[in-house]
């Protein structure tokens, strides 16, 4: 429909060219010699001619034989004199005005011009902003009625929610069943988690998985340049999913629209406030009978209107984290299909290595992998390219071209040993997978802990082992250089956050077993949202000194051990100074005969 409005406006303006350039052809025009000056002079002499018509310095002319001649005079001062002596018929008009059609159209088409010039300008606007104002709230999204080809199988590390989904895929399939027994269906079913965690995914899964028509709309679909068109917009979705039961309507990014209403700043919110208010009618009109199931997937939860949450509306809600160990193996397998891998290729390495990695994120670096592997002109993907391909997701790409002096390498390398050798001799650390002073990112050099398994509790020892080994690369640097860097800035902040926590959330300090300060969070967003101090001044007093005490006795016992290591931190040192990167058993190997706690 979109197309049919934007070719109309474009036949109008062409045919309304057209009819400029041509409609001067058709005006009548007889034909008119053009005659100098003198010329006309003689044959007024001569008597031949019988009438003028002067407008401006434009002389029209008739002679006796009804042949019509013109020319040009500026203030010829005898002329009129002249004329009168001969008796010639005067007329003195207006300055000559063009064909009436021509005017007619000139002034028609300015502003059809102007306007069309107008309207284009906004069309390429719109759709540059991947929008399409112009289509006047029509929705242009055709229902994939060809089949979706993802399915379940497709989507790894979310069982749960898989499980949960199933049911969903039964109902889509055989209503009958369901409503044979009364059962009342959920109309709406909302997808939370991260970005990269295959919400969008899991969607197409459901209607790959039902077979039924699917009608995908984004939330920057609904929120348009005109109020009404995205509430429009939301009719028509409907409209056309009514049409063609059963059906899922997927509203991707739905926080778009259904912001809390009257939050967020400044005003023109009406255009969402319309679309959202639009989408409530509907979902509250259509009977449970009819088989539709919307689906809406966000990772702003916390930011959307309450109303959306209500009982017959999106109240089925499921959650999709980000995958745990077993699930990024899985994933990787996933996308590792059609990758040729090299038989050194152990994707449960990758895994082990890349907590914290979504979806997207592992298919990205096997992509990644197969891009450096394609560079190196080589037939397979190797280790080492995915391990390269995840650093580099992980950090961005390593920078070789980084100018680092001698010094700072050193400086750098005996730090991220102090790490390493921390983290193999306490028992509560995780193990090291990889030490390198290669420059990533933001980061100058970087110390790969490999938890051996997803961590869902955090004892007592780990948390000080952690906030140790996070010690180590600053101890490093005071033992041996007798100074300290700007290095340890991150390592710092880490240590006093997770000091932090073990003081007013885990119950760890001589404070005892209670928490400190209410947190209003959304846990798989990391983020606190509100936080409210529940406690005295006094106690803030405590609180800062018991996270003092955590750090001072980690970075004391950082020291210690770090120094009854000295010639291995030393010989370490060399060793990654010249290789620039240790892991596997290179490092295994380093890291022999270390004195323990
Ligand atoms: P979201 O909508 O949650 O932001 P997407 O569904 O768009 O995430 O995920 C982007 C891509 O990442 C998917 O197309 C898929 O290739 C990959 N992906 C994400 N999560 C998974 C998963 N659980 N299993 C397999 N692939 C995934
Ligand atoms: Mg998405
Ligand atoms: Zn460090």
Redesign the pocket.
Known sequence: MKNNWRSLATYALLVLVALAIVAPLFTPEKPVKEVPFSVFLDQVDKGEIKAVSISNDLISATAGDKSRLKTRALNYPNLVGLLREKGVAINVEAPPESSWVVNLLIQLLAPVAFFGLLWWLMLRQAQGANSQAMSFGRANMKPQTRKIDVTFA?????DEAKEELKEIVDFLKTPQKFHALGAKIPKGLLLM?P????????ARAIAGEAGVPFFSISGSDFVEMFVGVGAARVRSVFEQAKKQTPSIIFM?EVDAVGRHRGAGLGGGHDEREQTLNQLLVEMDGFDPKVNIIVIA?T?RPDILDPALLRPGRFDRQVV?DK?DLK?RAD?LA??AKGKPLAGDVDLNVVARRTPGF???DL?NVLNEAAILAARAEKKEVSMEEVEEAADRVMAGPEKKSRVISDREKKIIAYHEVGHAILSSVLPNADPVHKISILPRGLALGYTLQLPLEDKYLVTKGQAVDQITVLMGGRVAEELFFNEVTSGAHNDLQRATELANKMVTEFGMSGLGPRTFGRKDRQIFLGRDITEMKDYSEQTADEIDGEIEKIINDCHARAKELLGKNRAKVDSIAQVLIEKETLENSDLEEALKGLQGA
């Open positions: 497709d989507v790894a590390g979310v988690g970005p990269g965690t295959g919400k969008t995914l899991l991707d997937a990772n999709l995958p699930g994933i996933i996308h979504t979806g997207a298919e």
